[in-house]
């Protein structure tokens, strides 16, 4: 069975970076796409962005497009999302997804 385990995170200032990282446990992680997921407060919980099981191919949410970068390390077994020029909006609770398994979970905070 998949275990994802999220790092990275915190509080911010509007305009800056942020990393976070996955890390998948098994031998399988080149097989199967990930996801970043996130659920601000009050609101549903979106696909921020998705990668392909090579990393060849990814999708962005629009209102994240040209901020964020997701890739992925098969040698690592680790997922990635590099967010800039982070806005308050980005703030939220942001999950790795994959092989129907969700990582635990991390607060993104962005203050204006």
């Known amino acids: 069975q998949v275990q994802l385990v999220q790092s990275g995170g915190g509080l911010v200032q509007a305009g800056d970076s942020l990393r976070l990282s996955c890390a998948a446990s098994?031998?399988?992680?080149?097989?199967?796409?990930m996801g970043w997921f996130r659920r601000a407060p009050g609101k549903e919980r979106e696909l921020v962005a998705g990668i392909s099981r090579s990393g060849d191919n990814a999708y962005y949410a629009s209102s994240v497009q040209g901020r964020f970068t997701i890739s992925r390390d098969n040698a690592k077994n680790t997922v990635y999302l590099q967010m800039n020029s982070l806005k308050p909006e980005d703030t939220a609770v942001y999950y790795c997804?994959?092989?129907?398994?969700w990582g635990q979970g991390t607060q993104v905070t962005v203050s204006s």
């Open positions: 997804y994959g092989r129907h398994t």
């Open positions: 098994g031998r399988t992680f080149s097989s199967y796409a």
